[in-house]
């Protein structure tokens, strides 16, 4: 007979907080919330760690360029949808770290004799409105001059050369190479100019520094950035064609990979993490999952994956549990692999972060799984709801919705993540997902705010200034049904409530 455990499985809702009185300066405005994001060891610092702790799903309605780009301004991450070609997840890598808050190698570039119908297809194809003007029409070439959106949008005559319409090199302000990008802000802001070229001593063109990453960067504080400055992304990687995806998305410049599978504890999925850390070292992070068992996270952390996902069967759009009967509640299995976490990190010293992957509906959610030692989490639906998410608007009686469908349902084909890899075609491949919409939720830089206030509400009446504050102090019980619903608005007829909690 199978082995039976009779303790249910729980998750995040069932759970309510204790508050927590402390003495001092314990408000919203003083919490932090950065977190690792790989394997580190004790007392050293990650090589990568998010700014708030919260990440996009690997999913075709979710994490898409502009939305990464949107959400590692805020701070966080997303990871790039790997159920597409290796070149359009590439294409959109590039993308983010193109859109980069600091100095931007062109790549939006024409030679002298182009005309304005050239320019208006590059800016068709690339979304670039200032353009450099070189020898050859490389980024690197010799700079001739500038055109900018005020040159080229209103001239009539199509057929006009670009050398006719651009600010020659002689008028152009631009800085030294190897100047710092501080000074290249001063500039900007002495000459009030909203592009600083940055050329060497040969008159080649280097970078471009804009205003509005300027401005940008002064909008948001917690921007997620590398080194050189630029948005930091992740991506999706399967288990059947990485050893062409990894190398195509490192040189695009992706910051972090991440196995997109369903179920982690597979050979597969080592297969995967141990061939990148052969080829590539440590220089290369890559998370594993998805587990729900201290024997899946031990499994995972043995073949060196630097974080773990941990959720089956909860995601908003899964069904997995109904096709399956697969999956625990998301509270247990969090718990669960936290406890295998802390044990290996007590023993050996070094710290795997665990990723609470579906289940998230509100906030207090993933103040839940914060404190239940959840170092950050992977949202779908919630990000979904976005302007910023690739699925549709759609008007609906009155009401504005967006799109949004499961990676194993038929409309994605995400031919890796359900194990239909090409090898198993023929084989009888049934939907774990649905497709469907969810409530139009405006900019994503609000709904963030909005959620990160609740999080650092509930740290705060926890007694806590961050999240390993958080993890120490919570005191978190189980409440009964009753007592779940009530704490919602009840007896009140006509409820009005727009906080979309
Ligand atoms: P959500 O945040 O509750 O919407 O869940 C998102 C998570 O659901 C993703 O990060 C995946 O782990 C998982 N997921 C994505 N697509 C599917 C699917 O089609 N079936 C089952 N789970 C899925």
Known sequence: MARIINEPSRTFGEYLFDPNQKEGHYRPENVNLRTPLVKHRKREDPSLFLNIPLVSACMQAVSGPELASALARCGGLSFIFQSQSIEDQVAMIRRVKGSKAGFVVSTSNLRPENTITDVLELHEKTGHSTIPITHDGTGAGYLLGIL????WKFEENRGRPVSEVMTKIEDVIFGPAGISL?????LLKKYKKSCLPIIDNEGNLQSLVFWKDLMSHLDNPDELLDVEKRLVV????????????????IAAGADVLCVDSANGFTDHQKDVIRWIKREFGNSVKVGGGNVVSARGFKFLAGAGADFIKVGIGGGSICITR????IGKGQATALMEVVEARDEIFHRTGIYIPVCSDGAIVYPVHVAMALALGADFVMMGG??????EAPGRLIMDGGNYYKEYWGEATNKARNFSRYDVAPDKKGLFV?????????PFAGDLKDGVRDALAKIRATMCDCGALDIREFREEAVIQLASPLAIAEGGANVIVNKNIFSGK
């Open 430 to 438: 049934f939907e774990e997902g649905v497709e469907g919409r969810v």
């Open 148 to 151: 900018t959106e005020h040159d």
């Open 182 to 186: 501080h000074e290249a802000n001063s």
């Open 322 to 325: 109904e096709q399956k009967g």
């Open 234 to 249: 992740g991506a999706g990687i399967n288990t059947w064609d990485y050893q062409d995806r990894v190398p195509a998305l």
């Open 382 to 387: 919630w990000f979904a709801r976005f302007r």
